[in-house]
T-cell receptor, first 110, second 115 residues
Framework: TQLLEQSPQFLSIQEGENLTVYCNSS?????LQWYRQEPGEGPVLLVT?????EVKKLKRLTFQFGDARKDSSLHITAAQPGDTGLYLC??????????FGQGTRLTINP | DTEVTQTPKHLVMGMTNKKSLKCEQH?????MYWYKQKAKKPPELMFV???????INESVPSRFSPECPNSSLLNLHLHALQPEDSALYLC??????????????FGDGTRLSIL
């Protein structure tokens, strides 16, 4: 059983459309991170959410942490080809190590 | 440009070779990590060093041998690897190990192919 379940696993949409990806768990976390990994590169941190119900915006990306701190979502408005990549949610497990969800592979078609 | 530098970017080796992957950071971070990433999968933790001491070994086979010569450098020595070890090997660092909410900074990885 995965600690973090991400959905969808794959998403291919046209430029200009909106999309939401999800990261769910049955566990409660003190914080949750979202990373984006582009082909040929390592993951890069996008945001850290720490408070239940928190909403953070990063340009066209909106991140939300669930009220119970068990889940999170990432919404992209007016997607662009540059948003293409692997989106990974991650949490610290056992106060020791970072554990990733399976990822959402996003493709934005021009 | 990433602040964590990994060399080489690509490595092809035979199953009997010995090679090493190198990672360097100059951010003053005291925790460094090795991850393995297979195609279409998330990174999976292999090793963690905290203050230059091995903190976590995720039951990695002994053909992978990590080394942390100082607080800025992390090596991964490879010997007698198997074809299934072909993957992207990522190095990361953070200020300290395991602090919630703290970012990990990743290098761009070494793509390893075992013939």
């Amino acid at each position: 059983t995965q600690l973090l379940e991400q959905s969808p696993q794959f998403l291919s949409i046209q430029e200009g459309e909106n999309l939401t990806v999800y990261c769910n768990s049955s566990s409660v976390f003190s914080s949750l991170q979202w990373y984006r990994q582009e082909p040929g590169e390592g993951p890069v941190l996008l945001v850290t959410v720490v408070t239940g119900g928190e909403v953070k915006k990063l340009k066209r990306l909106t991140f939300q942490f669930g009220d119970a701190r068990k889940d999170s979502s990432l919404h992209i408005t007016a997607a662009q080809p540059g948003d293409t990549g692997l989106y990974l949610c991650a949490v610290i497990q056992g106060a020791q190590k970072l554990v990733f969800g399976q990822g959402t592979r996003l493709t934005i078609n021009p | 440009d990433t602040e964590v530098t990994q060399t080489p970017k690509h490595l092809v080796m035979g199953m009997t070779n010995k090679k090493s992957l190198k990672c360097e950071q100059h951010m003053g971070h005291r925790a460094m990590y090795w991850y393995k990433q297979k195609a279409k999968k998330p990174p999976e933790l292999m090793f963690v060093y905290s203050y230059e001491k091995l903190s976590i070994n995720e039951s990695v086979p002994s053909r992978f041998s990590p080394e942390c010569p100082n607080s800025s450098l992390l090596n991964l020595h490879l010997h007698a690897l198997q074809p299934e070890d072909s993957a992207l090997y990522l190095c990361a660092s953070s200020q300290v190990q395991g602090a919630a909410g703290q970012p990990q900074h990743f290098g761009d990885g070494t793509r390893l192919s075992i013939l």
